[in-house]
């Protein structure tokens, strides 16, 4: 009787835990722990419904990164503050920021009672120039027959000379703020004179208004040549001496931070700069690129030093669990199903979406489980 009593309430035990997991609403698993070795089974539906893919390892050209941030400049040479020779009156002004100018092409003019002042000089200095050389050459032509006495010459040529001078100093005064000589010797006076684009490129700072009065020294409009666009990086002092011209790299904009895209360093500047010891990389980018870059934005980079070759897998292989890193491999048979073993891996240099793999020599030969791996390992 307490035999059977026994036998009675194991079988009731029994029946109440099945019943219990039959009623529990357990989510549907996508892979299947099969062993004790991490061997986990998973479907060919549950394959294609996670958008599994299966690779190899891959001989590549891989290379430690040093990150470093900057902007997008132009050389020195490239900008250009245009400011008028002689102060005066703006007018004639049609400009806006982001307008293309060609070198020498008018950007705006000036007028000033200044102006008809020195083109007024310049005619009156000519005039007694033509005057001085006629006496000069009757003075020496008096003077080589002895008629005249040699002091009279003198004189005349230093009257000439003294006035030549000045001639020649209006002559490029007049020059500077191109007024044009052909049509000032015809007796022609212009009260206004043309301010000229300095360089090629676009206009990045119109400084002044139609009516306003301007000084020699005041900057009135800026332009900025993109055609020698480049990134100016700084690098910390420990990493300097590992970066050389010609090094790779990717780099990306604040707007965009998840789009890379190539230059390679350039120039490696020799003098540590900022309480912050860094050094400027001069980094060149493509024509194509250029284009759509614009000075002054804020970009993020990593350049690319002692590039090796190196057998390498996709970030998106590698599954990390209690700061242990393995990768999902295939075994063999042929059952319908998929049977991967979860292995340890090491890893090295992880650049551009790859990553080096230090014992590669387990998995040669093998396919692993390149995408879709983590969600095996969370169930």
């Not at 090629?200 to 139609?210: E, K, M, T």
């Not at 980018?285 to 759509?292: F, H, I, K, P, T």
Request: negative net charge.
């Amino acid at each position: 009787m307490p035999v059977q009593r026994s036998i009675v309430g194991i079988i009731s035990l029994v029946l109440i835990c099945l019943g219990t997991f039959s009623c529990s609403p357990d989510k549907p698993s996508i892979g299947t722990l099969v062993s004790e070795k991490k061997q986990i089974m998973i479907t060919p539906k549950q394959f294609l419904d996670e958008k599994m893919m299966l690779g190899m390892l891959q001989k590549e050209m891989i290379a430690e990164t040093v990150s470093a941030n900057g902007y997008v400049e132009v050389p020195p040479g490239s900008i250009a503050s245009v400011s008028a020779y002689q102060s005066g009156y703006v007018i004639d002004l049609n400009l806006l920021p982001g307008q293309s100018v060609k070198k020498g092409e008018r950007l705006f003019s000036i007028e000033s009672p200044e102006l008809i002042t020195i083109q007024q000089q310049y005619l009156e200095t000519s005039e007694a120039l033509k005057y001085l050389k006629s006496v000069l050459e009757r003075e020496k032509t008096l003077d080589q027959e002895k008629i005249s006495a040699k002091k009279t010459f003198e004189k005349a040529e230093n009257e000439y000379k003294i006035m030549w001078s000045r001639h020649e100093a209006l002559k490029k005064q007049l020059a500077l703020i191109h007024l044009p000589l052909t049509l000032l010797d015809s007796g022609t006076i212009s009260s206004s004179i043309p301010i000229l684009a300095s360089i090629s490129g676009f206009i990045s700072a119109v400084n002044i208004h139609l009516g306003d009065f301007i000084n020699e020294a005041e900057v009135a409009i800026e332009i900025i040549n993109t055609s020698h666009i480049h990134l100016e990086l700084q690098v910390f002092e420990r990493d300097a001496s590992r970066i050389k011209k010609g090094q790779e790299l990717i780099f990306s904009l604040a707007q965009t931070p998840d789009i890379w895209y190539p230059a390679d360093v350039h120039l490696v500047s020799k003098t540590i700069s900022g309480s912050e010891r860094t050094v400027k990389v001069h980094a060149d980018v493509a024509d194509d690129l250029a284009g759509r870059l614009i000075p002054g934005m804020f970009v993020k980079s990593k350049i690319d030093i002692d590039a090796k070759e190196a057998m390498c897998l996709p970030e998106s292989a590698l599954l990390t669990q209690v700061n242990k890193t393995s990768v999902l491999v295939k075994m063999g048979g042929n059952t319908g199903n998929y049977h991967f073993e979860l292995i340890q891996v090491s890893t090295g240099i992880q650049e551009k979406g790859r990553v080096e793999i230090l014992n590669y020599k387990d998995l040669q030969n093998k396919e692993i489980l390149i995408s879709g791996g983590f969600s095996l390992i969370q169930n």
